[in-house]
């Protein structure tokens, strides 16, 4: 990857290492949040693992750009969808915040600062949106 940006850098891990981030921050949210699973279920559990997936299909491109507004747009979208279906914003906005972490462990400083400056610009969104 070498000659790349360091979004660039940074979009091709999140894509490539998909399963496993996913994995992780949902576990690390379950565990957060152990009450989710009698709220949810196992099946709950699995469309959060879904979920996780295409947030960071969404996510990657504006890593690649280094562009937190583009995120920010499907951060709002995706909110209304979950907010549709009795999901609260402030879970969504968690699993924003636990994937910043896991790109911190994962990533290059340069390359996971990207992924946290998308990431925190969806949670400021989200948290401006719920009010507060």
Same mark, same amino acid.
Do not use: I, K, P, W
């Given at each position: 990857m070498a000659g790349l940006s360091p979004g660039a850098r940074?979009?091709?891990?999140l894509l490539e290492q998909k399963e496993a981030i996913a994995r992780s921050v949902t576990g690390l949210l379950y565990a957060e949040m152990p009450w989710l699973v009698d709220k949810y279920g196992e099946r709950g559990r699995l469309k959060?693992?879904?979920d996780m997936r295409y947030n960071l299909e969404y996510l990657a491109p504006a890593v690649?750009?280094?562009d937190p507004?583009?995120?920010v747009r499907y951060a709002r979208w995706?909110? &209304?969808? +979950?907010r549709a279906r009795n999901v609260p914003t &402030?879970? +969504?906005?968690?699993s924003f915040e636990l994937r910043a972490s896991d790109a911190a462990a994962r990533m290059r400083a340069d390359e996971a600062a990207i992924v946290a400056a998308c990431l925190e610009a969806g949670v400021v969104a989200l948290?401006?949106?719920a009010g507060g």
């Open positions: 940074a979009a091709v891990a959060c693992l879904q690649e750009m280094d507004a583009l995120f995706v909110d &209304g969808v +979950l &402030g879970e +969504l906005a968690r948290r401006e949106s």
